[in-house]
C-alpha cells in the first residue's frame, strides 16, 4: 500500500495488490477464455485488476504498459500480441521499478532482465504433436498427401511455433506437403473465406492443419459449402481444445486437436504475489496441456470447463 500524501510508492492505498494487464483483444474462444480465468483469478486471489482490451493492436499494449507506469501500479503482466517491438516499453517498466510478467505469448528481447517471468505453452511442442501425429495417419501409405495451413497472427509466437514444430515433425514422410500456408488471424471468419480460397486454389486437399479451433471451424463451414465432409474428405487438426473445438472433435468433423491451456490465471497471481513479496520466481513456467482424439473428446466434454 501507499501513504496517500506521499504518493511515491505503487499500488492501492488499502494494500491490496494492484496488477495492470493488458490482453490481446477478443480474437477467439481461447482469447474469451483467458480473460475469464485471469479476472476470476483476480478476484479470487484479492488482487486489484486493471484489465485493458488491446484489440489486437501491438500499439495500444504499449499505451496500456505506459498507462500502468503512469498510474504506479504495483505489477505489470501482459500478453504480447507479437514477438518483438517491446524492448523500449519493457525498459520504461524496468526504469519506474514495475516488474513485468509476460503470459501466454513470448517476447523476442534478448534481455531477459526486463521480466520475471513467461507464463505458458510451449507451441513449437504443439506444433510437433500435430505433426506426429499426421505422420502416424499416413505410416505405411503411399502417394502425395496435400497439406494446407492456416497460421495464427502474423508474427505471433504460437504462429511462428506451431508452424515451426509441425514442418519439423513431418518432414519423416517426404509424401507428406504443405502446398498452402496463409494467416487467418486466429479468427473463424478469416479462416472461412482463407479456406474458401485454398478450395478453389488446391484441386486435392487431404489435409488441413489449423493453428486453432476458431480457424478450424470457419474452415469447416467452407469445407460443408463445397460439397465436402470435414473430418473424412479431409483430415483436420486444430490447437487449443476450447468447447465448439471439442464439440467439432466429437461430432467427427476435425480428427485430432492439441490442448493449449488457457487457464493461467492462478498462476499469473501466485506469481505476482510472490514478485511483489520479493520472492524469487521461475522466469519460464510451463503450462500442463495433452491432446484429444474423437473418443476422448467425448469423455471429456462433459466435465469441460471452457
Ligand atoms: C495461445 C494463444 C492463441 C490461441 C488462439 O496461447 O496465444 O491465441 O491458440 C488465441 O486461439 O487467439
Request: negative net charge; charged residues 25%; proline residues 3%.
Amino acid at each position: 500500500g501507499c501513504s496517500s500524501d506521499s504518493g511515491t510508492e505503487s499500488g492501492s492505498d488499502d494494500g491490496q495488490i494492484v496488477l495492470g494487464f493488458s490482453q490481446v483483444g477478443a480474437e477467439s474462444g481461447w482469447r474469451t477464455a483467458n480473460t475469464e480465468s485471469i479476472k476470476a483469478s483476480a478476484n479470487a486471489a484479492g488482487i486489484k485488476l486493471q484489465f485493458s482490451d488491446a484489440q489486437g493492436k501491438q500499439e495500444n499494449q504499449i499505451a496500456d504498459i505506459r498507462g500502468f507506469i503512469t498510474q504506479k501500479v504495483d505489477v505489470i503482466a501482459f500478453s504480447p500480441v507479437v514477438t518483438s517491438g517491446w524492448d523500449a516499453v519493457l525498459k520504461e517498466a524496468k526504469d519506474a521499478g514495475i516488474p513485468v510478467i509476460l503470459t501466454d505469448r513470448a517476447v523476442d528481447s534478448t534481455d531477459t532482465s526486463l521480466y520475471e517471468s513467461f507464463i505458458g505453452s510451449d507451441f513449437k511442442v504443439e506444433g510437433e504433436k500435430a505433426g506426429d501425429w499426421l505422420v502416424k495417419q499416413y505410416e505405411g501409405k503411399t502417394g502425395e498427401v496435400n497439406i494446407v495451413e492456416l497460421q495464427g497472427t502474423t508474427g505471433s509466437a504460437p504462429a511462428i511455433d506451431r508452424q515451426t514444430g509441425f514442418a519439423d515433425k513431418i518432414k519423416a514422410n517426404p509424401n507428406l506437403k504443405i502446398v498452402k500456408s496463409q494467416t487467418g488471424d486466429f479468427k473463424r471468419a478469416d479462416g472461412k473465406t482463407v479456406m474458401e480460397t485454398f478450395l478453389q486454389s488446391v484441386p486435392k486437399i487431404d489435409v488441413l492443419y489449423a493453428h486453432n479451433d476458431d480457424m478450424g471451424l470457419g474452415a469447416i463451414e467452407a469445407i460443408k459449402a463445397a460439397g465436402k465432409v470435414p473430418g473424412k474428405d479431409i483430415q483436420i487438426i486444430t490447437v487449443d481444445a476450447v468447447k465448439d473445438g471439442m464439440t467439432a472433435l466429437a461430432a467427427g468433423e476435425i480428427n485430432f486437436i492439441v490442448e493449449c491451456s488457457p487457464l493461467l490465471g492462478d498462476q499469473l497471481m501466485e506469481t505476482v504475489k510472490a514478485v511483489k513479496a520479493g520472492q524469487p520466481v521461475e522466469k519460464r513456467i510451463l503450462t500442463k496441456e495433452g491432446t484429444f482424439t474423437q473418443e476422448e473428446a467425448k469423455a471429456a466434454l462433459p466435465t469441460r470447463k471452457y
